[in-house]
């Protein structure tokens, strides 16, 4: 069993704390005069952080109506209270070294006062090589029936191990003893009692709400014991307790049920933060008598005991009650107060005159007797005003839009599942109006209470709003300004995966937050098995592995922004059947998004390719080809500039919309994704577009016989059997871009001694140094093949700058095909394509262009050709399309004019 150790050894200090806290660069907090303060707030942004010297536990915001941040110090330095199997292992003079540290260091617990409850276990996962020490606790004496809780465990496993039948059993530390009177707490937990112990209170354990400790309450029945059914606060704990309740009561026994509040703390959380207090117990007393209430009018008048106010509304059984004390009740209850006084004094008891001297409030003793119960129910006014219980949950506001604001409430029904509506303001203007509200946007939902009952109402919900605003964004993915990345079914926050809660929002520190996208499906609960990496290279190459830390490095493409003001864009080009739609659709299914390739912005309006662009943050915008030609004579075909994509690569404005308010207002979204285009054909545009652009081609070169087959088998991959990717990566942020920042410097300065472009240097050292980073999700991503991909991204960076100052090659081959028809074709007339009398000037009819080169078997698509023709660098162009005479047939034909 446990050793004898000095506790001291195995708690966090207040000055180990103040020291990381010091030391730490988000905080820079300073010592004044017993504080630490002055850091900038993580939710505000001030300069207001604060927490005490003596007691460092909660660092928090000092300006607590307008922001009231706090986080436990616990919280904010895991690395303090982490990785404890490996810093204490155990030795021989200290076999619990592990369990002692984890109980000291991790659970704040004072393990002196714990010596001889429990001794260090091994556990290994069935199936597994993975071996963890555990806490492990003894039930019985024979030592055959045991609970453990496993110090490391793997993510998504089991944290705690049972052996042996624990049925109708609890336990209780070796020396507590239940003396008659007592009071004794059922909790579920052996951190539960642990906690318990240390506030000076004594429990059993029941270790978990399905087991009634029925042999152990028969082991002290008849003592007067005070059993307090004192069970977690989540769904399933209120249910057993009322159960607990019951049996306790049946097997002829005292008992009460104690409620913790809501949101999910347990007995040893209140216990590092020191509220296990006398007064925290009778809180949690009184709300138990609430939640054990029969009636409504039971409910009500403990309600009455507590606050003895004359109206009031209460909620029971999600339906809502007025309740009025008035005078009847008054005069009844003084009538009987008086009563009693005058029995007291003529009895003439020493008791009596003790309690006279005590100046004793007999409306109160006869308010809690029996009597009273009468009394109220006799005069007492309980009148229903709802069939519904509504609770007020938050006031939302879009991220952007003012207009755009609810009030957002739970509707509980007595006999299905709550839901939950969005309210406009006018809805809360009376009780007629929020009677409308219910019964448009409820099956069934009433209130009938007068306007003064809903105005009392109304003033609780309105403070709640007010404490609560919370946030909704348009898109999914990572958002600025909380520094938490948002989906559907999960938040990520400095590396922790956040679950909504039960409000249906994210608590990202004193922030609630939520995205309201519709149509648009990532999931982040995937499976990540990192060993289908060398299958992808042997199917994608290093074209398809370029575009992976790409995709990575898309993940974290803001926070890259924001130290290196920029991040490429990425074009993958290939030949038909070379992979590039599978590279693509494998990719998605990387980050939770199921059949999937991309965007054609050619079939997009206006408005609906900007909104495409904002709909995700720090997840890649696909661009993929359309059919380019649609057969038209003119060539008028919708084309869309990539040079209006400039601005994203330094995450600026998508475009500009104007506010339907009726005013002036305008506001600019904000590219916060990045840009991938993948087509067959390379993309062209202006020098200072193609500078941006990583480019790749896929080609078949490497394939083989197998790799088909490998290739297949990532067609078949779902966002279920590969998602995970997302999650991983996201977990690692701060790991990831440290490994990312290093690598850069590395690239940047091998690069820079063999590219004179400065802008295409820092975009190809950006995405080496994200295939650097991907080393921290994949194994298989050694020195040797990082190093390899950057060469390889080194050479395209070296043909990316030969391109610059170069023409497309649609524009190259135009001008060669033109050279070969107009002169060395031999069944035509030397220069019959040049219809310019002008010998400085180059005028051709493009249609007829492009018939001659079908005849002599070249083929040009006219839509690429009217999109590429005006970059030409070998002839520029004077103007397109204008109407002049043929100097051949002396016609007036549509002409592109260059310079000779």
Request: charged content about 25%; hydrophobic content about 35%; overall charge neutral.
């Amino acid at each position: 069993m446990s050793t004898a150790i000095a506790s001291s050894e195995y708690r966090i200090g207040a000055e180990d704390i103040v020291k990381a806290l010091l030391g730490d660069a988000r905080f820079n907090l300073k010592e004044r005069g017993g504080y630490l303060r002055g850091g900038p707030c993580p939710s505000c942004g001030k300069n207001e952080l604060f927490t005490s010297i003596e007691k460092p536990w909660v660092l928090k915001c000092s300006r607590l109506n307008k922001c009231g941040w706090e986080e436990t110090t616990r919280e904010l330095l895991p690395e303090l209270f982490e990785n404890i199997a490996e810093k204490y292992t155990p030795t021989q003079q200290e076999p619990n070294k592990t369990a002692d540290a984890y109980l000291g260091l991790n659970r704040g617990f004072d393990i002196s006062k714990l010596r001889g409850m429990y001794e260090q276990g091994m556990f290994q996962y069935p199936n597994s090589p993975h071996i963890t020490p555990t806490v492990r606790v003894y039930m019985n004496e024979l030592r055959t029936v045991w609970w453990e809780r496993l110090i490391n465990p793997l993510s998504g496993r089991r944290k705690a191990n049972f052996k042996g039948d624990y049925k109708g059993t609890a336990w209780t530390p070796a020396n507590m003893k239940l003396e008659r009177g007592d009071r004794c707490f059922l909790v579920e937990g052996f951190f539960h009692n642990l906690a318990l112990l240390h506030a000076g209170r004594k429990a059993a354990t029941c270790w978990s709400c399905n087991n009634f400790p029925e042999k152990f309450i028969e082991q002290h029945k008849g003592k007067n014991i005070r059993w307090t059914v004192a069970l977690d606060a989540d769904p399933a704990g209120r249910k057993a307790a009322k159960k607990f309740a019951q049996l306790i009561e049946k097997m002829g026994e005292r008992c009460e049920v104690l409620i913790l509040p809501s949101g999910g703390k347990d007995w040893d959380d209140y216990h590092r933060t020191g509220s296990i207090t006398g007064a925290f117990i009778k809180n949690c007393l009184y709300y138990g008598r609430l939640f054990m209430s029969a009636t409504a009018n039971e409910k009500a008048y403990h309600h009455y005991l507590r606050h003895e106010l004359r109206y009031y509304i209460i909620d029971f059984d999600n339906c809502m009650y007025r309740v009025e004390c008035g005078e009847k009740f008054q005069e009844a209850l003084e009538t009987a107060a008086a009563v009693r006084r005058n029995k007291e004094e003529q009895e003439g008891s020493e008791e009596s005159e003790e309690k006279q001297n005590e100046e004793m409030d007999w409306r109160r003793v006869v308010l809690e007797s029996p009597k009273g119960w009468d009394i109220f129910l006799q005069h007492a006014d309980v009148s229903n005003i709802s069939n519904v219980f509504p609770e007020m949950l938050y006031h939302e506001a879009d991220e952007l839009l003012e207009k755009e604001q609810y009030y957002v409430m739970r509707i509980n029904f007595p006999r299905k599942a709550p839901v939950i509506i969005q309210l406009e303001g006018s809805y809360l203007s009376s009780a007629q109006n929020f009677a409308a509200a219910l019964l448009s946007k409820t099956a069934g939902g009433d209130f009938s209470g007068t306007n003064g009952d809903f105005l009392h109402l109304r003033k609780r919900w309105l403070n709640i709003a007010q404490d609560k605003s919370n946030t909704t964004v348009k898109y999914l993915g990572y958002v600025p300004s909380v520094n938490a990345y948002l989906f559907d079914d999960a938040a990520f926050y400095k590396g922790k995966q956040i679950k909504l809660n039960n409000e249906g929002y994210y608590q990202i520190g004193d922030r609630g937050i939520r995205p309201i996208l519709k149509g648009l499906n990532i999931t982040t609960d995937g499976v990540f098995d990192p060993s289908w990496l060398e299958n992808y290279v042997k199917a994608f190459h290093w074209q398809g592995l370029s575009l992976l830390a790409f995709w990575l490095g898309s993940l974290f493409a803001q926070q890259i922004r924001e130290e290196q003001k920029s991040f490429p864009f990425f074009e993958l080009t290939g030949e038909p059947g070379a992979g590039k739609s599978t590279i693509l659709e494998f990719l998605w299914k990387c980050v939770g998004r199921n059949g999937y390739e991309g965007f054609d912005i050619l079939k997009a309006t206006a408005a609906g390719q900007r909104r495409a662009f904002s709909q995700l943050s720090n997840l890649p915008i696909v661009l993929i080809e359309s059919d380019r030609d649609n057969g038209s004579k003119d060539g008028r075909v919708k084309m869309f500039d990539m040079d209006h994509c400039k601005p994203f690569y330094n995450g600026r404005g998508t475009g500009t919309r104007g506010v339907n308010n009726g005013g002036n207002e305008v506001y600019d979204t904000i590219f916060q994704g990045t840009l991938v285009i993948s087509q067959n054909a390379e993309v062209g545009g202006s020098e200072a577009l193609l500078e941006r652009i990583v480019h790749c081609h896929a080609s078949k070169d490497h394939h083989s016989l197998g790799t088909r087959d490998l290739a297949r088998w990532f067609e078949r991959q779902t966002a279920e059997n590969v998602g995970g990717f997302l999650r991983c990566a996201l977990r690692a942020e701060k790991k990831i871009l440290e490994t990312y920042f290093a690598a850069f410097k590395h690239y940047e300065e091998k690069f820079g001694n063999e590219l004179e472009n400065l802008r295409i240097l820092k975009n190809h050292a950006q995405i080496a140094a994200c295939g650097a980073a991907l080393g921290v999700l994949f194994p298989q991503m050694t020195r040797q093949r990082v190093d390899t991909l950057a060469n390889y991204l080194l050479e395209r960076a070296k043909i990316r700058e030969g391109r610059i100052g170069q023409d497309h090659p649609i524009v190259k081959e135009f001008w060669d095909v033109y050279y070969y028809l107009n002169e060395e074709a031999e069944t035509k007339k030397e220069g019959f394509l040049n219809h310019s009398t002008d010998v400085a000037v180059i005028a051709i009819s493009i249609p007829q262009f492009i018939s001659v080169a079908r005849d002599e078997g070249f083929f040009f698509q006219r839509n690429l050709l009217i999109e590429h023709l005006p970059t030409s660098q070998r002839h520029v162009l004077l103007s397109k399309s204008v109407s002049r005479k043929s100097r051949w047939t002396g016609k007036t034909i549509r002409r592109w004019e260059f310079v000779a």
